[in-house]
């Protein structure tokens, strides 16, 4: 389905209810492949300028993952990017852009993405992956079930959301500026994404006014979702090409800068802040050539199942200048000693190195 909406508002008081006809959704032609990073296809898709949509917290899009989720793991099919598995709820060239009070449930893939599109508001989202299939319990088998991925977009606002995933929380992707994530709740999975970057050989990646504040990172019962990764995290592809995209890649350079990640609480997460630059990649690949500058990380407080509360691994071909720290105050597991962890990293300010 496709809106193309114009100085309009929608009142959504119920649920787009997407059949969970795998082999049909599979089928290349049924959905839209208007997303291009990593070649997704989309249900659901949205364009337009000057539009709002409330959905009232009383309506929104059922997608019926369970279906999906015990499919390819009861079948052991190898869950790979661009395979078809679409993103529920996509906003595509939009302009000035509202989605509010909206609620997706069981999303398959992706709960939303949006991209190409300036000017975008999302107050108020719930996304709620979670597997109920007892064949699977203590297992996470709702991966890349991300609330959301931004991908070549300049003002997007998302304020008020409720992640339950297997995934990323937030992946912000390439050529996403001036980014705000204000009052955010991460139910399992793998926190706040900046990246992958560098995925496509001739295509730089820019992450550039990026601020996101007041996160909570929560554990789940491990029956539920055993998987509660990071606080943050930022990662990009080396340098050397391995594989054609969408599943490999690798090559692309670029830049993130002035990104600020502020008040953070973090419950018993794996790694609270994480960079690195080898995703995808291989011992000797050529180094990263995408470069981290003017990182802030302020106000995190918690608990962490490790003993390295920050660990900034940049890469060598562009060493990371100007990576700030204040208050860090997240605690380590019983009986450990807080490391804190700086490779490639011109200088930094508010912890010991």
């Given at each position: ?78 869950r ?34 949006v ?28 991966p ?21 995933c ?19 709740i ?8 900046v ?39 930022l ?62 990380f ?56």
């Amino acid at each position: 389905m496709t809106w193309n909406l114009v100085e309009s508002t929608v009142d959504l008081h119920g649920y787009l209810n997407f059949v969970p006809d795998i082999q049909y959704w599979l089928n290349a032609n049924n959905t839209y492949r208007v997303v291009f990073i990593q070649s997704q296809a989309s249900w659901f898709v949205v364009t337009g300028r000057s539009f709002v949509i409330d959905a009232h917290n009383t309506g929104g899009i059922m997608g019926n993952g369970q279906a999906w989720w015990s499919y390819y793991s009861a079948n052991n099919i190898t869950r790979e990017d661009g395979d078809g598995r679409p993103i529920a709820f996509t906003l595509y060239q939009v302009t000035d852009g509202a989605v509010k009070n909206f609620r997706i449930e069981q999303q398959p893939f992706w709960c939303n993405t949006v991209a190409e599109s300036r000017g975008v508001l999302y107050d108020g989202m719930l996304c709620n992956a979670t597997n109920e299939d007892p064949r699977f319990a203590g297992q996470n088998i709702v991966p890349n079930t991300d609330g959301i991925d931004t991908f070549r977009s300049d003002d997007v606002t998302m304020i008020n959301w409720d992640i339950t995933c297997g995934d990323d929380c937030l992946a912000i992707k390439g050529n996403s500026t001036n980014v705000v994530a204000r009052d955010i709740i991460c139910r399992g999975g793998n926190g706040i994404a900046v990246g992958s970057l560098g995925q496509y050989v001739d295509l730089p990646d820019i992450v550039d006014h990026l601020t996101i504040e007041n996160v909570q990172a929560v554990r789940l019962d491990p029956e539920v979702q055993p998987n509660m990764g990071t606080g943050i995290y930022l990662k990009t592809w080396t340098d050397t090409v391995n594989g054609v995209p969408p599943t490999g890649g690798g090559g692309g350079g670029g830049r993130v800068s002035n990104v600020i990640a502020k008040n953070f609480s973090l419950d018993r997460v794996s790694t609270p802040i994480h960079l690195y630059q080898t995703n995808g990649g291989h011992s000797g690949d050529a180094p990263s050539t995408l470069q981290f500058s003017n990182l802030t990380f302020e106000d995190f407080s918690g608990t962490s199942l490790s003993d390295e509360i920050v660990d900034i691994e940049c890469s060598a071909a562009v060493p990371c200048p100007n990576i700030s720290f204040k208050n860090i105050n997240v605690s380590p597991p019983s009986g450990g000693s807080v490391e804190y962890v700086f490779k490639n990293v011109v200088n930094e300010t508010g912890l010991p190195t």
